[in-house]
């Protein structure tokens, strides 16, 4: 399932033209807050479709009954980029816990890469709902690897993949290679270029968060 947030108008679209725009992103702290803010939308929309349970609440006055979240989700982020939108989430899901994952594209002479997978801190993701934040989905082949391997530390009730912005072709792939997985983002793009980067897409998410960073 592919949920897009700006299908239907809302400050989401504000948001994404603003990441996009090459006069607004130079501002470093705007960025961040937008993936941010993109970030705790998500958290609210996807909180829709978590299991709730009565919760009896003590007030001034007397008794409410409340509807509570009844398991507390596992947000997974894929550093470094993804860490303003994870921000974002953590601070609507405030009692999440969380897994952290090194993904970096290797880059070879040839213009090739390869997704490199080094850290990674996470607890046991058995039975629980996993969201995983990443601003970027363009040829998805990060995530796909990412969920393989977190895999082996449990396997997650249920998957959701939070983006900003996702190529098609990701969206495919990751649909090919991991179906159960639930898809949000703030837009989808059609191009993908030979380097991987999304088209029109926003530029580099993580050096447009944190600054440019010596080729790996
Ligand atoms: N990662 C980015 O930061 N930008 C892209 O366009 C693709 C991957």
């Given amino acids: 399932m592919v949920i897009n947030l700006s299908e239907k108008n809302s400050l989401v679209n504000n948001w994404i033209s603003e990441i996009r725009d090459v006069s607004i992103q130079t501002d470093r702290m705007r960025f961040r807050r937008n993936l941010e803010r993109i970030g705790e939308v998500a958290a609210y929309e996807i909180s829709k479709t978590l299991t709730f349970e009565d919760r009896e609440v003590q007030t001034p006055l007397g008794i409410s009954v409340c509807k509570v979240l009844a398991d507390q989700p596992v947000l997974g982020t894929i550093l470094r980029a993804g860490v303003p939108l994870h921000h974002g989430m953590l601070?609507?899901?405030?009692?999440?816990?969380?897994?952290?994952?090194?993904?970096?594209?290797?880059?070879?002479?040839?213009?090739?890469?390869?997704?490199?997978?080094?850290?990674?801190?996470c607890p046991d993701l058995t039975d629980r709902v996993l969201i995983l934040c990443d601003p970027m989905l363009a040829t998805g082949s990060s995530l796909v690897k990412t969920i393989h391997f977190l895999k082996d530390e449990g396997v997650p009730k249920s998957i959701h993949v939070v983006c900003a912005i996702a190529c098609t072709v990701g969206i495919e792939y990751v649909r090919r290679e991991q179906p159960g997985v639930t898809i949000w983002c703030g837009d989808i793009d059609d191009e993908l270029t030979a380097k991987g980067y999304i088209v029109p897409g926003l530029g580099d998410a993580g050096d447009l968060s944190y600054g440019t960073k010596q080729q790996q």
């Fill in 91 to 121: 601070n609507y899901f405030d009692k999440a816990d969380n897994a952290f994952i090194s993904a970096y594209r290797k880059h070879h002479r040839d213009g090739s890469f390869e997704i490199s997978l080094e850290y990674v801190s």
